[in-house]
């Protein structure tokens, strides 16, 4: 079985508030005695389920456009339920039971939950949880072997705590101590219950020349 868990990017993804959204603006039109249906599609890179290389917060990190579709394929994969409330900054005691799984994992599947608020834009995006400093320290600790990690909210920094969580990005995209292994971040993913079990997971990102994340589609292969 394959499971999706990314959203559909479209005109309502929920966005930042003061920058301009995903949008589609039709070119031709065959409704209209065009010969062909054909559209321009506006977005930031950073809308809907995307996937950030660390080019977007260290400026000697890669770009995503730079990465093998080899190092996209996850078969180690963990996921984690925690409880978080709209705010809430994500500290190591909310990760403790990170020693009860596979020290091997090669991406970590956040679920809060969070995605339920998807339909609101405002709450989702403006009072989004996110990670602290110290919980992106505990889990670059917790697992030598980490390359991605994926949450169901819309970025690793809630709007509330900004400065907190352009740290953990930081530690996440090898600024600092894990400057020789950073890994991705996957945000605003599709995390539905129930989960089944994961055996591999694509990550499959807009190559486009240049770009420091992109938007991406994400499948698994289920275990039946």
Same mark, same amino acid.
């Given at each position: 079985?394959?499971?999706?868990?990314?959203?559909?990017?479209?005109?309502?993804?929920?966005?930042?508030?003061?920058?301009?959204?995903?949008?589609?603006?039709?070119?031709?039109?065959?409704?209209?005695?065009?010969?062909?249906?054909?559209?321009?599609?506006?977005?930031?890179?950073?809308?809907?389920?995307?996937?950030?290389?660390?080019?977007?917060?260290?400026?000697?990190?890669?770009?995503?456009?730079?990465?093998?579709?080899?190092?996209?394929?996850?078969?180690?994969?963990?996921?984690?339920?925690?409880?978080?409330?709209?705010?809430?900054?994500?500290?190591?005691?909310?990760?403790? *039971?990170?020693?009860?799984?596979?020290e091997?994992?090669?991406?970590?599947?956040?679920?809060?939950?969070?995605?339920e608020?998807? *339909?609101d834009?405002?709450?989702?995006?403006?009072?989004?949880?996110?990670?602290?400093?110290? *919980?992106?320290?505990?889990?670059?600790?917790?697992?030598?072997?980490?390359?991605?990690?994926?949450?169901?909210?819309?970025?690793?920094?809630?709007?509330?705590?900004?400065?907190?969580?352009?740290?953990?990005?930081?530690?996440?995209?090898?600024?600092?101590?894990?400057?020789?292994?950073?890994?991705?971040?996957?945000?605003?993913t599709?995390?539905?219950?129930?989960?089944?079990?994961?055996?591999?997971?694509?990550?499959?990102?807009?190559?486009?020349?240049?770009?420091?994340?992109?938007?991406?589609?994400?499948?698994?292969?289920?275990?039946?």
């Amino acid at each position: 079985m394959v499971i999706k868990l990314s959203h559909n990017l479209s005109e309502s993804t929920p966005f930042y508030g003061k920058l301009p959204g995903p949008r589609l603006d039709r070119l031709y039109d065959l409704a209209k005695g065009d010969g062909c249906n054909s559209f321009y599609m506006t977005t930031s890179n950073h809308a809907g389920t995307h996937v950030d290389g660390p080019y977007h917060f260290n400026p000697k990190g890669r770009k995503i456009s730079e990465y093998d579709m080899s190092e996209l394929i996850f078969t180690k994969t963990v996921v984690m339920d925690i409880q978080v409330s709209p705010d809430e900054l994500i500290l190591p005691e909310h990760l403790d *039971a990170c020693s009860a799984f596979r020290e091997d994992c090669d991406l970590l599947i956040i679920r809060s939950g969070f995605e339920e608020y998807r *339909a609101d834009a405002e709450m989702y995006v403006d009072h989004s949880p996110g990670f602290s400093r110290a *919980a992106a320290d505990f889990l670059m600790r917790q697992f030598s072997g980490l390359k991605a990690l994926a949450v169901d909210f819309v970025s690793i920094a809630a709007m509330s705590h900004m400065e907190e969580g352009c740290e953990a990005h930081r530690v996440f995209l090898g600024c600092e101590e894990y400057s020789s292994r950073p890994i991705l971040l996957i945000e605003d993913t599709h995390l539905p219950h129930p989960l089944p079990e994961l055996d591999r997971v694509y990550v499959v990102p807009w190559f486009f020349d240049g770009l420091d994340s992109a938007p991406c589609v994400i499948f698994a292969e289920c275990r039946d």
